[in-house]
């Protein structure tokens, strides 16, 4: 019997939640289009592109005929049919590259679309995956100034990968891990300077 | 609203024990057909010849292995019987499902005129045809008339529903279920549906009915009159030109793989199929063309 009043009350606090995020939220898809909350598609940008396609919204939009009867599982596939479909986006945006091809034009948060190991201090530590399979990070990194803008930014200085003020503040960490440094700086780089004075 | 959230709960609770699906259960256990099922048990007439894949049970009484191929398909539960099983149903099964059913039926005997072809080679009206949806025939073809003073045999939400499905093609339930007086309240640009609606008529001069609580109809985008039935100076006469005779046509499209090998994630897991991908060919009936977005713009805007 407690056991019961327990399970009633737990789920009195449950619907009360769920009626808490129903007021506050609304679950038509079309009112979230806008909050860009996973690719982000603006309809007039593409509205002559399409329609110079073939078709304009029917394009992604699909009223081809079903002989499904069941509204509940009409409704799920429409959504799925309605949603965005990759390797159409991609075929401009990223294949032919004729249309913005920067991820975070469509897809403002990036995280989304990271692969799973990006994460941790990726960034000082992707030698080996890229060196493994370059096609892969090309996938996704489409100009090449995504690497050459540490990597043969070596010889030059510059803000970027060093916080302000690194300049003046970098002889511990040389000191202490040299070898570091070398990742991206030759030693030309350090003699510019250290052998003139 | 909440008060019967909470009785649902406790009618839950209360019956757990006794509720059962008969979704988790076999035809064998629950007797339970699915919607839209043929009957069974039921003898056939003589005369009915069926293909020879079709077996009947003794008496010539239809059984489930009459139209499925899976031999336990009676002991299987509804939720694991594989309905994508090439032998699910005999012959092309699924497919074509009118064709699936003219296996056994005649064909011509259930088919049914096409009633939106409304003239007669002369130009003169098929009255039959325009008293299968009107009790009344309108002789004044020039005016535009209010959709209630139009004698519909049924309310204007079922009149297409004698003939066609609620669903007949994608997002059309979406567009029923959307009652553009509500939508004035929206917070989106959904809110100007409506107007929008109202300045595409006066621009375009066509007519795009809602219904008297303002609820997107079948007829608010597709005219059931052929061009020339109505008067020229009527606006719900415009429409698009298209081959009424060859009805909506599709062509196939090359993308139509792309979409399975993309979508194909999301549809395993509801064990759904979409149909092919395909380009709008011929379209008919339509009070403004969709296939260049004109008809979905009348109402759509976007922000960006």
Redesign the interface.
């Known amino acids: 019997m407690i056991c019961r009043i327990m399970t009633f009350c737990l789920l009195l606090i449950l619907s009360n939640a769920v009626f808490a995020i129903d007021t506050k939220t609304d679950n038509s898809w079309w009112e979230k289009r806008n909050q860009k909350s996973d690719v982000h598609y603006p309809h007039n940008a593409h509205l002559d592109v399409m329609k110079q396609e073939g078709d304009s919204c029917l394009l992604c939009h699909s009223y081809a005929k079903f002989d499904v009867v069941d509204i509940k599982k009409i409704k799920n596939l429409t959504v799925i049919a309605n949603e965005a479909l990759k390797p159409i986006c991609h075929s401009c945006h990223v294949d032919e590259q004729r249309a913005p091809w920067r991820c975070d034009v469509c897809h403002t948060d990036k995280e989304r679309i990271q692969p799973p190991d990006h994460k941790f201090d990726y960034k000082n530590h992707h030698n080996e995956a890229s060196r493994g399979n370059e096609k892969y990070c090309e996938t996704c990194h489409l100009d090449v100034n995504f690497c050459t803008d540490c990597h043969l930014r070596r010889d030059t200085s510059g803000p970027g990968y060093h916080p302000l003020g690194y300049r003046t503040l970098h002889g511990l960490e040389a000191r202490f891990d040299s070898a570091r440094c070398g990742r991206c700086h030759n030693e030309f780089y350090c003699s510019d300077c250290h052998a003139t004075r | 609203?909440?008060i019967w959230?909470?009785l649902l709960?406790?009618c839950n609770?209360a019956f757990a024990d006794e509720f059962t699906d008969w979704q988790t259960q076999s035809y064998k256990q629950s007797k339970h057909l699915p919607?839209?099922h043929h009957a069974v048990d039921v003898k056939l007439l003589d005369e009915m010849q069926l293909p020879a894949e079709f077996v009947l049970k003794e008496d010539r009484k239809i059984g489930c292995k009459t139209c499925h191929g899976l031999e336990i398909i009676a002991e299987t539960p509804y939720d694991k019987i594989d309905k994508n099983a090439p032998n699910f149903l005999r012959k092309d099964g699924?497919k074509k499902?009118e064709t699936f059913c003219s296996n056994c039926h005649d064909k011509k005997a259930h088919e049914r005129p096409n009633i939106h072809l409304m003239l007669n080679d002369d130009g003169t009206l098929k009255k039959e045809n325009c008293l299968f949806c009107h009790s009344e025939i309108n002789e004044q073809r020039d005016k535009l008339r209010p959709l209630v003073d139009t004698h519909l045999r049924l309310p204007v939400q079922k009149v297409c529903l004698g003939c066609h499905?609620?669903?007949?093609?994608?997002?059309?339930?979406?567009h029923t279920d959307a009652n553009l007086k509500t939508l004035e309240n929206?917070?989106?640009s959904?809110r100007n549906m409506k107007t929008n609606l109202k300045k595409t008529e006066k621009e375009q001069g066509v007519h795009l009915p809602l219904s008297e609580n303002d609820e997107v109809l079948c007829l608010t985008c597709h005219s059931p009159h052929a061009k020339g039935v109505l008067g020229e100076k009527n606006p719900a006469s415009n429409q698009v030109n298209g081959d009424i005779k060859k009805g909506?046509e599709?062509e196939k499209h090359s993308?139509s793989n792309?979409?399975e090998?993309?979508?194909h994630e999301?549809?395993e897991k509801?064990a759904?199929t979409?149909?092919p991908?395909?380009?709008?060919k011929n379209e008919v009936l339509l009070r403004l063309p969709?296939?260049?977005?004109t008809l979905?713009?009348s109402c759509?805007e976007?922000?960006?």
């Open positions: 609203m909440r959230f909470f709960l406790i609770v919607d839209l699924y499902l499905l609620k669903t007949p093609h994608f997002n059309a339930v979406e929206s917070k989106s959904a909506v599709y993308w792309v979409m090998a993309d979508k999301r549809l509801i759904a979409l149909p991908y395909q380009r709008l969709a296939k260049d977005g979905c713009l759509h976007f922000e960006n």
